[in-house]
């Protein structure tokens, strides 16, 4: 496995592209939404590489190396001499879609020798826990890791790259066969929990309606105080923590929207009746530890075999650590060495297990690693 990391603006695209000296057969691209020349660069890589696979979304943050960067392209040319891929993808009318399209995308997959697969999704006509429960029942015993695609904090239109076209409402899965290939992959966030704990009294799917029998919203707002005028922005400084009897590790919700007249808050994943919440809030120290962690438990058994370690951090971690964004992404530099080609956007959900024996679980406001390499 050859690994090549770059980084494209749009006044070197060109000429960057043409430095590639590896035979690439898969081409990662994260893409920031106001980078204007995302057709000529597809266009530019599908002509030079006729017949390579070339995936890749929108970004809230493009990370290419130790940096996070805006307007640009965090580009990795990969070859893989050992490492068979399929890709697949669906095209989904809205939310309700998405388990079915996770189960579509799973079957479609050739089972015989895969050993793990990456998704990327749009981001904001899919339901991310749905999509990861239709996964996870067709494909039980192969591990999975991804994320949502972003739209900086607008949360207005996200994208993914499907070969030769930039599409919306489409979600792509990318399998790797064979058992060359060595995986490591974990999850962690590093945010604290405030506040009692509250039942969860009334929901549909992503939508929360009421917390111990009062309007969500409502309490919601008591507690972010002068952050509610800036709802549903703030929300992503303000996520819940949640748990119920499937999760043994509490998982991590963030806003996407609220409704005024119904009092209801609508979230990146599910929020299932009597599950329990509690509110959480930023410690920028914990947050870079919880990347460090995520590093060592993604990179345990690979050492320093790693040749690519793909990472996809949520917005809202961004949004806290402001201009100390790049320290998390240095903290996995430190642990997983400086051999690993380090590529990854910023999102607005992640896919992956918490850590090794874990189900593959939706998450929001982690750091979530994917290590790669061939033996």
Not at 115 to 127: P, Q
Not at 145 to 161: C, E, H, P, S
Not at 206 to 228: C, Q, R, T
Request: net charge negative; aromatic share 6%.
């Amino acid at each position: 496995m050859k690994v090549q990391q770059i980084s494209l603006t749009e006044n070197n695209w060109s000429n960057t592209i043409d430095s590639i000296h590896i035979e690439a057969n898969l081409f990662l691209l994260f893409i920031s939404p106001e980078f204007n020349l995302k057709h000529e660069v597809l266009g530019a890589l599908n002509k030079k590489y006729p017949g390579s696979t070339i995936i890749g979304c929108s970004t809230a943050g493009e990370i290419s190396d130790v940096t996070v960067k805006d307007k640009t392209v965090s580009l990795t040319a990969i070859q893989l001499e050992k490492t068979t891929l399929k890709k697949v993808s669906f095209e989904i009318k809205d939310m309700n879609c998405s388990f079915k399209a996770g189960k579509n995308i799973a079957n479609s997959l050739d089972k015989n020798g895969l050993k793990h697969v990456i998704v990327l999704s749009d981001g904001l006509n899919v339901n991310g826990a749905d999509l990861v429960s239709g996964l996870k029942s067709k494909l039980p015993h192969v591990s999975i890791t991804g994320g949502l695609a972003a739209d900086g904090a607008d949360f207005n239109k996200t994208f993914v790259i499907n070969d030769d076209q930039i599409v919306d409402k489409t979600i792509i899965g990318l399998g790797f066969y064979g058992n060359d290939l060595k995986v490591g992959y974990s999850s962690k966030g590093g945010w604290d929990s405030f506040g009692i704990e509250r039942l969860v009294t009334k929901s549909d799917k992503n939508v929360l309606y009421e917390l111990d029998g009062m309007p969500a919203l409502e309490i919601y707002k008591s507690f972010l105080g002068e952050h509610a005028n800036d709802l549903p922005s703030s929300g992503l400084l303000f996520p819940l923590s949640m748990r119920n009897s499937e999760n043994a590790i509490p998982l991590v919700r963030t806003i996407l929207a609220i409704n005024e007249e119904e009092q209801s808050l609508t979230f990146a994943g599910n929020i299932p009746q009597d599950s329990y919440v509690r509110l959480m809030k930023a410690n920028i120290d914990r947050l870079i530890s919880g990347a460090e962690d995520s590093a060592i438990s993604a990179n345990k058994d690979l050492k320093e075999t790693s040749e690519l370690a793909i990472l996809i951090s949520c917005v809202g971690r961004r949004l806290v650590l402001k201009q100390l964004v790049e320290e998390e992404v240095e903290a996995v530099r430190d642990v997983i060495g400086g051999k690993p080609g380090i590529t990854g956007f910023y999102s607005y959900g992640e896919i992956a297990p918490f850590g090794e024996f874990s189900p593959c679980e939706l998450h929001n406001q982690t750091m979530t690693i994917t290590t790669l390499s061939e033996c």
